[in-house]
């Protein structure tokens, strides 16, 4: 599925990734762990095409293709879907209509006919029903004035309604309140399926609870530095990090 | 009659403006019936304009029309609601008292330069909104006096004019007078956009906003001179001032020129003005959903404009083909490039 080589970038003259692996493979949940400042919003930022962010050397290719020769929009129609850590307000973009342009975007890129607002509806009741989004939020505009939590709830929407083969959740947990954390994570858990990886970025165990990852990595200054099953979360939640780069 | 005691701003030595036509004595000025001249719309009358001069000369509007070199002059007489479209290929003024008037809607495809003045006293809620989508220049000036009960809201869309002004003077005379002014430059190649008003706030708790945006493409250049007065005695009143403009290119210009003069306590004043450029990660954030470049870059100027008008009080149909035009005009499918290789 995903499959990342030696990934080296930077923003402007400072190197974030310093040659970065990971190979998620089809079907799989990853978690990525880390201090502040390792670099792991960096990797999705790279990986969705961030304009910030130079790529010097190394590869990132998803069911063979390579990302990192694809525009934003292209990595999106291939099959990867970044969920904000911080979605992007956009005033005068309602939700609905940006909702519907960006569904249309992806059935035209599979060769299938755009839709019309009332089966634009039906195809987006399903997803609506999961994020337990409120209605109201549809009619205004994309993110804007959302609370922490709708706007997550959004993020996890636009997942559900675009079915992406590769999905990277950034802190997808931030900001949300202990039921919005069940609500999302049971969202992405009805979504798991054998063709479907996630990389989940986050700070905290707790969140693998809920979504509850295939592997945990470790990531510290740019690169992976341990990889285990899911108890490494639970070890680093009790040891810290300096456990890590220790051993 | 209204005459206002207050001075026009900034139109008295338009030279910018003189060179698109030569001037024309006022008395040269002829019955609507001359060829050339169209107004069409429903529910108008017209009469012969020796009537403006009469009441006007030397106030307002003769000093603001002379230099587009009107020579014609047509007295339009609107029902309550009607929209007014200009369509003449020589050059005229179109004077339009707004006494009675409730939603009116003026619909500018004229190719020669025109002049619309409007003015009179306004005791009722009305709406005016003009739209003009033509290069040829042209004038939009106002004189309201705004009394008990009077809320007005004016919208203004220019879009391709190569000279375009809107001059709003209004005169805020009785506590809970209302002025909304909502203004949209729509600029393209060397195109040059003006907004001016001159809000005067003489009675007390009167309120007003103003809402003016500019979108800046090829050398195109935007003004924005808007003065609010609050008179002695005008206390409790609230009237803002916003100029957002939206730079497409490097050679576009804006010029923001807000002030405020207040001669009263306890008043609510506010200016803003930005200059921007589409956001980098609103665009990022349209196209890691699968949004086109191109695409997502118009949706975001669309979305600038559409956030300054949100309700179009006028005719929609006319709004939307001016936006699809611009947006057409100004769409680039080359338009940024490969961030990441």
């Known amino acids: ?91 005068g973009v309602q939700n609905e209509a940006f909702l519907k342009m960006a569904y249309n975007a992806h059935r035209k890129a599979n060769g299938l006919p755009e839709v019309d607002a009332v089966d634009f509806a039906d195809a987006l009741s399903g997803p609506m029903a999961t994020v337990q ?17 709708e706007k997550k709830r959004n993020e996890v929407l636009q997942m559900a309604l675009l079915a992406p083969k590769m999905a990277i959740l950034d802190e997808i947990d931030s900001g949300l309140d202990i039921d919005a954390l069940r609500t999302v994570a049971s969202a992405v858990n009805n979504l798991r399926s054998p063709d479907r990886s996630f990389l989940l970025i986050t700070h905290y165990q707790r969140l693998l609870s809920y979504i509850v990852p295939d592997v945990v990595h470790i990531m510290v200054d740019g690169v992976i530095v341990k990889t285990g099953d899911p108890q490494l979360a639970l070890e680093v939640e009790q040891r810290g990090y300096d456990w890590v780069t220790a051993s | 009659m209204i005459a206002p ?21 006022l008395h040269q000025l002829t019955a609507p019936s001359v060829s050339g001249v169209g107004v069409t719309g429903g529910g108008l009358t017209t009469t012969p304009p020796s009537f403006i001069w009469d009441e006007w000369a030397g106030d307002a509007f003769p000093h603001a029309l002379t230099p587009l070199g009107m020579g014609h002059a047509v007295w339009v007489t609107p ?42 006293d306004i005791n009722q809620p009305v709406s005016v909104s003009v739209l ?9 000036t106002s004189a309201l006096r705004v009394g008990s009960g009077g809320n007005v809201t004016i919208q203004g869309v220019m879009s391709q004019s190569v000279c375009g002004v809107m001059d709003w003077t209004c005169q805020l005379m009785a506590p809970h007078a209302h002025v909304s002014i909502q203004g949209l430059h729509l600029g393209t190649d060397r195109s040059s956009l ?21 979108v800046g493409h090829g050398k195109s250049y935007s003004e924005y001179d808007g003065t609010v007065w609050v008179s002695h005695g005008a206390h409790g009143t609230d009237s803002t001032q916003r100029n957002p403009n939206l730079l497409l290119t490097s050679g576009a210009r804006a010029v923001s020129k807000p002030q405020l003069r207040i001669y009263a306590d306890d008043v609510t004043c506010g200016h803003g003005a930005t200059v921007s450029q589409v956001s980098e990660d609103e665009w990022w954030y349209l196209r890691s959903r699968g949004l086109s470049r191109a695409g997502a870059y118009s949706l975001l100027i669309e979305a600038f404009i559409r956030d300054s008008i949100p309700t179009w009080s006028g005719d929609m149909a006319a709004f939307q083909t001016v936006l699809s035009g611009y947006l057409h005009a100004v769409a680039d499918p080359n338009i940024g490039s490969r961030h990441v290789k």
């Not at chain 1, 009619?139 to 939590?149: T, V």
């Not at chain 2, 003009?132 to 939009?140: E, F, G, N, S």
């Not at chain 2, 003006?194 to 500019?214: E, N």
């Open chain 2, 5 to 25: 005691s207050t001075p026009v701003s900034g139109l008295k030595d338009p030279r910018w403006l003189a060179e698109w036509a030569p001037l024309a004595p």
């Open chain 1, 1 to 91: 599925m995903l499959d990342i080589q030696s990934l080296v970038a930077s923003i402007g003259d400072e190197p974030i990734l310093n040659g970065l692996s990971l190979h998620i493979p089809a079907g799989q949940v990853h978690a990525i762990m880390g201090p502040n400042g390792s670099g792991k919003s960096t990797l999705s930022k790279v990986l969705a095409g961030h304009p910030a962010y130079e790529v010097t050397s190394g590869s990132a290719l998803l069911d063979g293709v390579s990302l990192l020769d694809l525009d934003p929009e292209e990595r999106s129609l291939a099959g990867l879907f970044l969920a904000f850590q911080y979605p992007v307000e956009v005033p």
């Open chain 2, 79 to 120: 029902a309550a609601h009607c929209t007014v479209t200009l369509t003449g290929n020589v050059p005229c003024c179109v004077v339009i008292p707004m006494a009675g008037v409730g939603n009116l809607t003026i619909v500018n495809q004229a190719t020669a330069p025109v002049g619309v003045a409007l003015w009179g």
């Open chain 2, 132 to 140: 003009h989508d033509h290069t040829a220049p042209v004038l939009v």
């Open chain 1, 133 to 149: 989004l409120d209605d109201a939020l549809l009619s205004r505009a994309l993110n804007h004035g959302f609370s922490g939590g």
């Open chain 2, 194 to 214: 003006f907004t001016r008003s001159w809000l005067r706030h003489d009675g007390p708790d009167t309120t007003a906003t103003q809402v003016v945006k500019s």
